[in-house]
């Protein structure tokens, strides 16, 4: 039996990629959203559509201790306020702490981290080692090394037939060495990366536009939503080319 991605104890537990709680509540509030997922390659192209419902898709490659401890603390840290997020709903505004910024960038992590393991093999180390046995061990993203920004999308995303509600992908980065990450559930996006620099420099943030908002490293109040929605035009142009990248490293503080 392979190890745990975490811990190293036995992968004897299967870890559902997307709660099912969202699955059942989205259904219901969206009428129409199609459930199928559609698993996307590193380059966007699409790989294979998973005819169940994105909330049964499951994966084995952590432990019982794991599953059912940390992970579902992070899991349930979040639930209060993610549904507004995958909903797009406009009748209230989310506004966030630093403590519940860094529960959903490290949830997300989490997710994007899963989701690798629904992909063809060579998918599995697309994110280093060391970015599971931090989050294992510190339950948050580094602020040294790993950067993420939010984005209000409409649906359907991608050009894709019928209403994609869930949609994620992971690449590797080269140079500097690290992955990148994409998530979506419904209107809520996040883009999340983690590069392997020097000891005497860190990441830069992502500036803050009407359209986007850096969701880590923390501020001291996040407020959702942006004042403007990303259509699909914009979302491909900031994580398809090079304005994807933080410009540059600073010395670290």
């Not at 104890?9 to 219901?28: C, D, F, G, M, Y």
């Not at 401890?69 to 209060?80: A, D």
């Not at 339950?139 to 790993?146: E, I, K, Q």
Request: glycine residues 8%; aromatic residues 10%; charged residues 20%.
């Amino acid at each position: 039996m392979a190890g745990c991605v975490f811990c190293g104890a036995p992968a004897n537990s299967r870890e559902h990629v997307i709660p099912q709680w969202i699955s059942s509540n989205t259904l219901k509030a969206v009428p129409g959203i199609d459930q199928t997922s559609i698993v996307l390659g590193a380059d966007g192209v699409p790989l294979r559509t998973v005819s169940q419902k994105f909330g049964d898709i499951t994966v084995k490659c952590v432990c019982t201790t794991c599953n059912s401890g940390w992970m579902n603390n992070l899991e349930e840290s979040v639930r209060p306020f993610l549904l507004p997020l995958v909903l797009g709903t406009d009748e209230f505004v989310v506004i966030l702490d630093k403590q519940q910024q860094a529960d959903l960038a490290a949830w997300v992590m989490k997710t994007v981290m899963m989701f690798s393991f629904t992909l063809p093999k060579e998918f599995h180390s697309a994110i280093p080692a060391a970015d599971y046995a931090y989050l294992y061990h510190y339950r948050r993203l580094s602020t040294r090394r790993m950067t993420a920004r939010a984005f209000h999308l409409p649906v359907p995303g991608h050009g894709m037939a019928g209403e994609v509600l869930f949609e994620a992908k992971v690449s590797k980065s080269v140079n500097p060495r690290g992955f990148i990450g994409f998530l979506r559930l419904g209107h809520f996006g996040v883009q999340v990366y983690s590069m392997r620099l020097p000891g005497d420099t860190r990441l830069c943030e992502f500036a803050e536009f009407p359209n986007v908002k850096p969701l880590w490293p923390p501020a001291a109040r996040w407020v959702w939503p942006p004042e403007q929605a990303c259509d699909e035009a914009m979302l491909k142009a900031l994580t398809d080319d090079g304005t994807a990248f933080p410009i540059g490293t600073r010395k670290k503080r």
